[in-house]
């Protein structure tokens, strides 16, 4: 998968990884965490408690900045990958931009939008990200925008390995309980990579126009039994199985310095879909 292979090599040279910041009110000052202190979200080899726990406190409903929910970091820092989509990178010299385009707005992210057709095959699979501030006692933020965006079941990137898709692209604005929610298909494991999401974090909906606007880019990762489970038994995921085995926490690139703010939960089964939540912690 040379396409992939080139995208490692750009996460390698573009990585500015991070420490995770405590932002939790009322824990006591001597508290210390580093990057693996926050929840039960997985350790870096992605064994042992990691199964569906996830890295912090799902979000409860209620307005904007007045609601906490808890126990909070500031999500892990990460690169966008090499087919953001977001205008900050180039296709056969011309510049993506899916953030651009009437219909990137929308829910249900499984077929192309605008000129294009097209839907992906694969498990259902409901997302939910919650967003809160960290400097405000895990307060939900609503009126802020999302865009998220994963591989497909084969494992390629719309727009760039399929150059005639735009699917599994797509920006909601949080809710009054900070939440957006997307209705997919759950990613492949490609070789190189454990199964994430895209994640950027923008101010509002008119301002997720270009990667110049955003405040925060994140990955969700996913517990290893359950990615083991989908592609032992869905369809079209049997390519998943041989790269999930050659790839672990402890040697993803983004992923080994620990997953505990991108660590999601998941329920669900493959006859009747998923459920993937997480939430995501940004300092403002």
């Known amino acids: 998968m040379d396409d992939h292979d080139k995208g490692l090599a750009h996460d390698l040279d573009t990585l500015g990884r991070r420490r995770v910041l405590l932002g939790a009110a009322g824990l006591a000052a001597t508290t210390l965490l580093t990057v693996w202190g926050c929840g039960g979200g997985g350790d870096s080899t992605g064994q042992a408690g990691s199964a569906s726990s996830s890295g912090s406190s799902s979000g409860s409903s209620g307005g904007s900045g007045s609601t906490s929910t808890g126990t909070c970091a ?108 997307f209705t997919t298909i759950f990613p492949a494991c490609y070789s190189g990579r454990m199964p994430h999401i895209h994640i950027e974090v923008y101010r509002s909906e008119t301002t997720a126009t270009s990667y110049t606007n955003k405040l925060k880019t994140t990955q969700l990762a996913f517990p290893v039994d359950v990615c083991e489970t989908i592609y032992s038994t869905a369809a079209g995921y049997s390519q998943s199985v041989t790269n999930l085995a050659q790839i672990s926490f402890a040697t993803d690139m983004v992923f080994s310095d620990g997953t505990a703010t991108e660590m999601s939960t998941v329920t669900g089964s493959v006859a009747d879909g998923y459920t993937v939540s997480l939430q995501v912690g940004i300092s403002v």
Do not use: K, M
């Open 74 to 181: 500031v999500s892990a820092e990460e690169t966008q990958g090499p087919f953001p989509a977001d205008g900050s990178n180039t296709i056969n010299g011309t510049v993506s931009n899916a953030l651009a385009l009437t219909g990137i707005v929308r829910s249900d992210i499984r077929s192309s939008f605008g000129s294009l057709s097209g839907t992906a095959a694969g498990v259902p699979t409901t997302l939910t990200l919650t967003l809160v501030n960290v400097n405000d006692s895990c307060a939900v933020l609503s009126g802020y925008a999302i865009y998220v965006w994963h591989c497909d079941r084969d494992g390629e990137y719309s727009l760039y390995g399929v150059t005639d898709q735009n699917y599994l692209r797509g920006v909601q604005e949080t809710d009054a309980s900070g939440t957006v929610t």
